[in-house]
C-alpha cells in the first residue's frame, strides 16, 4: 500500500497527503482567445504565468481604448475563433503561416498572423487596468467596425512589459491578461445538471465559460475545493465566481433573457450560501483558481489534459466560509 500510495504521490506531484481515489476527472478544457467571443474546446493546453496559454489574449476596444465585453456587445457571442490545433502544444511557436481565424454572421473571414510585428497604441483599459497593447492592425479594425457599426479596434496583450495583477486581497502575486478577475474558472457537469433540473428551458455550459469543466462529482462540491491537484499542477480555490448578466445572454443569437441567473437567486445567492455576510445580492456558479506553479517561470509539462483526474488536497468547512 505504501508503495502505491507512493506511486500516486509521483504522478500528482508529491509533498501533500494524497486521497485515495479522485473527486472528479478534467471533462474539457476551454480557451477563450478573444474575451467574450466564442471558445475553442482543446484536448490539452499548457499553463502560463497568466492562465492557459492563449486565453483572452485579444481584446476588442471601442475608439477610446475600453474593452468591450458581452455586458454591452452581446453580438460578441456569436463571433467564433479558430486557432491552429498545435498551438495548444507546450513547445510550439508560431510561423508565418500561423493565424487566429475570427468568423462572425454576414462577415468574410479575418485572419490574424500570429507571428507578425504589430504597432502599439496606449490607454486600452478593461476594468480597473490601463496600459499599453499590441494593434492587430487596419483590416481588422474595419471588420470589428463594420461587425459592430461602431469604430472598433482588435488589440493583444503586451506580454512583454505590461502586467495586469489579480486581486490582491484573494490572490497575491499573480496575474492575467484580459480575463475580468483571475485566470482560471473551474464548473462542474454535476453542477451544470442540477441546475437545468430546476429551469423550465435548460442551459447549456457556455452560458458560464468555464476554462476548466470537471465531470464526476456531487453539484456544486466545487465551491468547497481550496487546494487540488491536476497533473502535478497545485491549484487554490480563491473566490466563488460571483455571476454578472452573461449567463443571461443566449451564446447562440446573444439575445438576453432573465434566465439562468432568476432562479439561481433562489438558491444560489448570498442570501443562501452565505448567511452571516453582508447580503449583495449576487448568485454563484463556478470556482475561480490561480495555479502556484504559474508564479514560477522554470519548469516544464505544465500542461492539463482533458481525462486528468483532479484530486482534493483541501476543502473549506462550508460554503459560508469560503470566499467571494
Avoid at 15 to 32: D, F, N
Avoid at 56 to 68: E, L
Wanted: neutral net charge; glycine residues 6%.
Amino acid at each position: 500500500m505504501e508503495k502505491a500510495a507512493g506511486f500516486l504521490s509521483s504522478l500528482i506531484g508529491g509533498g501533500e497527503e494524497v486521497p485515495p481515489e479522485p473527486a472528479a476527472t478534467v471533462r474539457s478544457i476551454l480557451i477563450y482567445p478573444i474575451k467574450s467571443c466564442r471558445g475553442i474546446s482543446v484536448p490539452q493546453a499548457p499553463v502560463t504565468s497568466t492562465g492557459f496559454r492563449w486565453d483572452r489574449q485579444w481584446v476588442v476596444v471601442n475608439s477610446k481604448g475600453r474593452a468591450y465585453t458581452q455586458r454591452v456587445e452581446p453580438k460578441l457571442a456569436l463571433v467564433e475563433v479558430e486557432m491552429p490545433p498545435e498551438a495548444f502544444a507546450e513547445e510550439w511557436r508560431p510561423t508565418a503561416d500561423s493565424y487566429l481565424v475570427i468568423r462572425a454572421p454576414g462577415m468574410d473571414p479575418l485572419k490574424i498572423p500570429l507571428s507578425a510585428e504589430q504597432a502599439v497604441i496606449d490607454d486600452v483599459s478593461v476594468w480597473e487596468w490601463s496600459g499599453s497593447a499590441y494593434d492587430e492592425g487596419a483590416e481588422a479594425a474595419e471588420w470589428f467596425s463594420s461587425y459592430f457599426g461602431n469604430p472598433s479596434r482588435l488589440v493583444r496583450f503586451k506580454e512583454g512589459s505590461e502586467i495586469r495583477p489579480t486581486n490582491p486581497d484573494y490572490a497575491q502575486g499573480y496575474k492575467i491578461m484580459f480575463t475580468d478577475c483571475f485566470p482560471f474558472l473551474m464548473a462542474s457537469q454535476g453542477s451544470l445538471d442540477a441546475l437545468n433540473e430546476v429551469l423550465k428551458e435548460p442551459v447549456p455550459m457556455n452560458r458560464f465559460r468555464p476554462n476548466i469543466l470537471v465531470d464526476g462529482c456531487h453539484p456544486y462540491s466545487e465551491d468547497l475545493w481550496k487546494t487540488i491537484k491536476i497533473n502535478k499542477l497545485t491549484f487554490q480555490g480563491v473566490k466563488l465566481c460571483n455571476r454578472c448578466k452573461v449567463p443571461t445572454i443566449n451564446q447562440e443569437n446573444g439575445i438576453f433573457g432573465t434566465e439562468p441567473t432568476e432562479t439561481l437567486l433562489t438558491f444560489r445567492s448570498d442570501e443562501v450560501l452565505r448567511p452571516s455576510h453582508k447580503n449583495k445580492r449576487q448568485v454563484y456558479f463556478g470556482q475561480n483558481l490561480v495555479c502556484k506553479e504559474s508564479l514560477s517561470a522554470k519548469g516544464k509539462g505544465r500542461i492539463i489534459k482533458v481525462s486528468d483526474p483532479v484530486y482534493v488536497l483541501e476543502r473549506f468547512p462550508s460554503s459560508d466560509e469560503a470566499p467571494a
